[in-house]
């Protein structure tokens, strides 16, 4: 037998007023995952999340080391991420600092943790953003990406009709 | 598009932590005042105000009983907010789904590390 490959969805909850934890399992040593979160021309391979490319992946790993990616979506909708490396125990945890460059006063702090348990791997990712309005807001922002990604595939079927 | 920010919506009435107990309180059935206050070492008039906004919102509703107003949770309007989490949920499942196709191939390529 061999191990379930799909390893089930993301859990978003928000554990407090100001933030937001991203619960996941990977089918995959911790080691692998971390390379894969640390690695530009690995990151360009998903963090798009099906909307999209990836068209910067900036990685210095170093503590104070910073890091920036950028996502256009097939709109045109630019998404830019970055921050700074504020701790790295590779295979174990990462702790970066993080802004939405269109909303650069609102500063987070993420904090992933990786736990390994028989070849497989279960990941979370606690962001703190400072204050529930923030906190919202960001969350709005995956709404809009929703809504953009929705948007320029109702262009597409409207585009396709004539 | 961002919700409409007013004063008089669901989410407004969750972000209240105690209103939030009184959700979950009344998540497991019906509950007088009485209850409530019992439940939440608040004075009265404190739980009658949070249970109005709930009222006014619709996550909540009453039942006349006799002598008690019972008030029992409204589920259904909940599910504007969990819509909207659901939303930056599903954007996060995309990209962590992608990412274990990143790990699958990784582990095939190089089997043994």
């Known amino acids: 037998m061999t191990a379930p490959t799909s390893s089930g969805a993301a859990v978003v909850t928000l554990p407090t007023d100001s933030q937001i934890l991203i619960t996941r399992e990977f089918a995959a040593p911790s080691q692998l995952v971390f390379r894969a979160w640390t690695t530009p021309d690995l990151i360009r391979r998903w963090w798009h999340a099906n909307r999209g490319e990836v068209t910067v992946a900036e990685v210095d790993l170093r503590v104070g080391g910073r890091w920036r990616f950028v996502q256009v979506t097939p709109d045109g909708f630019e998404v830019a991420f970055s921050g700074e490396y504020r701790e790295i125990v590779p295979g174990q945890r990462l702790v970066w600092s993080e802004i939405y460059e269109r909303m650069p006063d609102a500063p987070a702090l993420q904090t992933m943790t990786l736990t390994e348990r028989d070849g497989r791997t279960g990941m979370t990712i606690l962001g703190e953003y400072g204050s529930r309005q923030v906190r919202d807001a960001v969350l709005e922002s995956g709404m809009e990406a929703g809504m953009q990604d929705a948007l320029s595939l109702l262009e597409r079927v409207a585009v396709s009709e004539h | ?113």
Request: charged share 35%; aromatic share 4%.
């Open chain 2, 1 to 113: 598009m961002a919700r409409a920010a007013t004063t008089a919506d669901a989410f407004n009435a969750i972000a209240e932590a105690r209103r939030r107990q009184i959700l979950d309180l009344l998540a497991t059935g019906e509950r007088d005042v009485t209850d409530l206050v019992a439940a939440l070492e608040l004075a009265q008039p404190l739980v009658s105000k949070h249970l109005r906004v709930l009222r006014e919102v619709g996550l909540v509703e009453v039942r006349e009983d006799g002598r008690h107003r019972r008030y029992r949770l409204n589920a259904a309007s909940l599910k504007p907010v969990s819509d909207w989490l659901r939303n930056y949920e599903r954007l996060w499942s995309a990209r962590l789904d992608r990412l274990e196709d990143v790990l699958q191939e990784l582990k095939e390529t190089e089997p043994e590390r």
